[in-house]
């Protein structure tokens, strides 16, 4: 491939790219985290996070925490990277507002989705952990006290969410931006008008 061509074609996608390099990133901190609570189980972590898991209650936070984390951070940001390629097709779709707006997806979604299932989780954890009892490393307490740890989590939680909220709208800002710049350079083209006659 052609220095020039590489460019152009690095230009075209480079949304695509760096929303992708953020899922790889995100995959690797789940398996790092993954491989640290496996670890963690036979060795450090007491009480163990699959007896927290599998008491329910507060420890269902930490379960939809995780499964958030991959299925938001993982999987939602490669596929905002599959949008990004799709858009990035045509020359026309970018510019100041739907870089800004892009650069606010990558940034507010990322930010966001990491800090509130990263406080989920570890809500979820110390709440669940503290209802077992002293002999497996908990505190023996009943729900409303576990509650209480939680509740300090509940607004930073929800303000985690509001700015991976604020990103994902930036983010479908810069798509109908994007896609409404192609298709007027399309229209202007004249692709569709041998369709017509």
């Known amino acids: 491939m052609s220095k020039a061509k590489r460019e152009d074609f690095e230009g075209r996608n480079a949304w695509a790219g760096r929303f992708m390099t953020a899922a790889i990133i995100q995959g690797a901190a789940i398996v790092g985290l993954t491989i640290f609570l496996v670890i963690g189980q036979v060795s450090v972590i007491k009480p163990e996070?699959?007896?927290?898991?599998?008491?329910?209650?507060?420890g269902t936070w930490f379960t939809f925490g995780y499964i958030t984390y991959i299925l938001v951070g993982v999987i939602g940001?490669?596929?905002s990277s599959l949008?990004?390629?799709?858009?990035?097709?045509?020359?026309?779709?970018?510019?100041?507002?739907?870089?800004?707006?892009?650069?606010a997806h990558l940034i507010l979604m990322n930010a966001g989705v990491t800090a509130a299932t990263s406080m989920m989780m570890l809500a979820g954890y110390q709440g669940g952990a503290a209802m077992?009892?002293?002999?497996?490393?908990?505190?023996?307490?009943?729900?409303?006290?576990?509650?209480?740890i939680m509740s300090?989590?509940?607004?930073p939680i929800a303000v985690s969410i509001l700015v991976l909220v604020a990103g994902v709208i930036a983010g479908g800002i810069g798509f109908l931006i994007g896609y409404r710049r192609q298709s007027r350079f399309v229209q202007s083209s004249g692709v569709g008008d041998t369709e017509a006659a």
Do not use: C, M
């Open 49 to 58: 996070v699959s007896r927290v898991i599998a008491a329910g209650g507060a």
């Open 77 to 79: 940001v490669a596929i």
């Open 83 to 103: 949008f990004y390629h799709y858009l990035g097709k045509g020359r026309h779709g970018s510019g100041r507002a739907a870089n800004a707006s892009a650069w």
């Open 132 to 148: 077992f009892p002293l002999t497996v490393g908990g505190q023996g307490f009943d729900a409303g006290q576990a509650h209480e």
């Open 152 to 155: 300090s989590y509940v607004e």
